[in-house]
Structures are given as C-alpha cells and as structure tokens.
C-alpha cells in the first residue's frame, strides 16, 4: 500500500503545481469562446426560471462541475501512472535475443 500513497502524492503535487493560478481564458480561445457561452445560457435560463428552481440549477451545475473534476482525476492519475511504467520499462530495457 505503500506504492499507492507515494503515487498518490506524487501526482496530487504535480496537479498542484500545474492548476495553481491557472486561469485556462487566458491559455485556451476554445475554453474562452465556451465558457462565455455556458454563462449566456445560464442566464438566459435563470431568467425564466422561478427562484427555487434557479438554486436547483445552480446545485446541479456545481455537482456536474464536481463529476467532471472527479473524471478528470482520473484520466490525470492514469497518464501519470502511465509515464511512470513508460519510463521505468525504457531505463530496464536491454537488448536480447529472442
């Protein structure tokens, strides 16, 4: 078990290091153009929709955003483990014979 929370920590500091202060409207025209575009339509829904409902869009937008965290943890941890066995595979390989 000692394997899985090296691992873990290891790729926790890495994302750390990477999403702190990253702000992806300023990297990305695509987030840009898409994020203005989920906020227009967020609010052209709220404008029709009775207050209690709008607190009910706003929870599920959050727990979406939260499955969509979670997704990309994921998909992060398994590239990192990844380029982990990518690497130890290169520096233990010796030619032979077969």
Partial sequence: MMM???FDSLAATKEQ????GLDLRKYSSE????SEK???YQDKIKNVL?????ETLEQLDDEY???MMSGMDVYYRQG???AVRLIME???WSPRRS
């Avoid at 290091?17 to 702190?20: A, G, P, S």
């Avoid at 009775?50 to 709008?54: A, I, S, W």
Wanted: hydrophobic share 50%.
């Fill in 4 to 6: 899985k929370n090296v």
């Fill in 50 to 54: 009775p207050l209690e409902l709008q």
């Fill in 38 to 40: 989920v906020l227009a």
């Fill in 17 to 20: 290091e990477i999403l702190v």
């Fill in 90 to 92: 290169t520096m233990s």
């Fill in 65 to 67: 955003n939260c499955m």
């Fill in 31 to 34: 987030y840009f153009h898409a």
């Fill in 80 to 82: 990192f483990s990844d």
